[in-house]
């Protein structure tokens, strides 16, 4: 599916984005993962606020990465390509590449532990987004200087899919985002 994103200006213009994504979803007909894109992305961002609670950028992206599926529906194989580029002028090159990096990290590890369970919908996504990596794409990608946090940016995303777990409120996330968003300098992408 074509189309491009245009950057996001602000902490405010992504907060609204954000707030969006309740009753929206992973599919324009709602048939994929159990929970809104709202929910998903306050569980992902908590579940790694827990995990790497020093890591700021980490949990942004946790909280942005599904945005593509707000901004185009119906681009499975681009969503992530399409949050990352909304949100690499605002939060920078890091964000922006964990972002990026979070579909292909789904392949590495379908690749790298192939006994790994995924959601029904990443199962069916997979083959839409270039199915498993072979040994020389996941040996590659194994050696992206992002591929660490990307992993666990996928491993918090697969687990961040659960009905009815409250994980807070959007609003909370706003001085995050802009301590992220005033930093974006600091990081090289």
């Given at each position: ?11 405010g213009e ?45 949990q942004v ?19 992530a390509e ?108």
């Amino acid at each position: 599916m074509a189309g491009t994103v245009q950057g996001i200006r602000d902490v405010g213009e992504l907060m609204e984005l954000l707030h969006r994504c309740r009753g929206a979803w992973d599919t324009p007909d709602g048939s994929g993962d159990p929970v809104d894109l709202h929910d998903h992305a306050l569980q992902t961002a908590a579940l790694l606020r827990r995990s790497h609670p020093f890591d700021k950028e980490l949990q942004v992206a946790g909280l942005v990465h599904d945005l593509g599926h707000l901004l185009l529906p119906g681009d499975d194989a681009g969503h992530a390509e399409h949050a990352a580029d909304a949100v690499r002028t605002l939060l920078g090159a890091r964000v922006a590449r964990l972002v990026r990096l979070h579909v292909p990290a789904k392949r590495y590890l379908a690749a790298v532990e192939p006994q790994r369970a995924l959601s029904p919908q990443s199962a069916l996504t997979l083959r839409a987004q270039g199915g498993v990596m072979s040994a020389a794409e996941a040996r590659a990608f194994a050696g992206d200087p992002e591929a660490a946090g990307a992993v666990i940016l996928r491993q918090a995303d697969d687990a961040g899919k659960v009905v009815g777990l409250d994980a807070g409120v959007m609003e909370d996330w706003r001085p995050v985002l802009e301590l992220v968003a005033a930093g974006r300098h600091d990081h090289a992408p």
